[in-house]
């Protein structure tokens, strides 16, 4: 009896050696099976990204992921996810297509790019910038992508907010070109232009009134959130290139005098 009880007993546990060896191979290909087919945000297509990126806004959800890695970066910082300006629309249901700077400009988030295309002039007579925005030309050259002022605007763009401005040629008839307020205003590769007028000495092609109470201490180089930038850009017309406010003042300035043209780089900083 003491035999036949022990003979059962490793039976038994045999058995259940062998239960517990199928319920854990069950386990693992079960983990194995839901680890393999379980979806992945990296495992969509560039296409689908993009579309999920469209609904981020740009600052900060956005800016954060082109953080993540290079293919975010790419994704998220692509020309399909910006607003385009166009004089004409073939269709008028096509997302994020305007016909006037001024519609882009009011539809823009904070962080927003607009690409403004090539051909014919553009309207832009007293457009207020009052979030960060970078306003693109669609061309090859400043020359292809022009805004024009007309008489009796103050100025084409007004900026009240940290904003860039390139690849763009920008007119004025009497007035100034750029009126800068408030924020970091950085002008690269661009064209401006005060055509000439009996009444030259009322025209500058860049305006800075940024005022001491509204200047605050940050970590930039110039020492100040509030300033412009000004880099291989062409100046042309006006009494003079830049006027500004008594608490404001021309740093860093260097020109290259080019076989057609004169190209500025300047910054216009508050007073230490």
């Known amino acids: 009896m003491a035999k036949a009880d022990m003979s059962r007993v490793v039976k038994d546990q045999s058995r259940v050696a062998i239960v517990s060896m199928e319920e854990n191979k069950q386990r693992k290909w079960k983990r194995k099976g839901t680890s393999s087919s379980s979806p992945s945000v990296n495992s ?28 975010w970066r790419y994704l998220a ?17 096509e997302p994020g297509v305007f016909p006037t700077i001024e519609a882009a ?50 100025s084409a763009l007004e900026f009240l907010s940290t904003s860039k401005l390139s690849n763009l040629t920008v007119k004025a008839e009497l007035g100034c070109c750029l009126l800068h307020r408030k924020g970091r205003l950085i002008v690269d590769g661009c064209v401006l232009q005060c055509e000439s007028n009996p009444l030259d000495y009322l025209s500058c092609p860049i305006v800075c009134t940024a005022s001491p109470d509204k200047l605050l201490p940050s970590s930039v180089k110039g ?19 830049v006027l500004t406010s008594e608490d404001l003042t021309l740093q860093h300035v260097r020109v290259i005098y080019a076989r057609t043209a004169l190209l500025f780089w300047f910054d216009v900083e508050y007073k230490l």
């Open 223 to 241: 020492g100040y959130t509030h300033g412009v930038s000004v880099s291989h850009t062409r100046i042309e017309g006006g009494a003079k290139a």
């Open 44 to 71: 969509l297509d560039d296409g689908c990204l993009m579309h999920i990126f469209s609904f981020l806004s740009p600052i900060p959800d956005r800016y954060n992921t082109a953080l993540v890695c290079h293919r």
């Open 105 to 154: 400009v009011a539809a823009a988030r904070p962080g927003d790019t607009i690409l403004i295309a090539t051909g014919g002039v553009h309207s832009a007579s007293n457009i207020q910038i009052t979030k960060p925005l970078c306003l693109i030309g669609g061309g090859e050259l400043p020359e292809e992508t022009t805004l024009f002022c007309t008489r009796g605007s103050e």
């Open 77 to 93: 910082c692509h020309p399909r996810l910006w607003l385009r300006v166009e004089r004409t629309i073939k269709d008028l249901s």
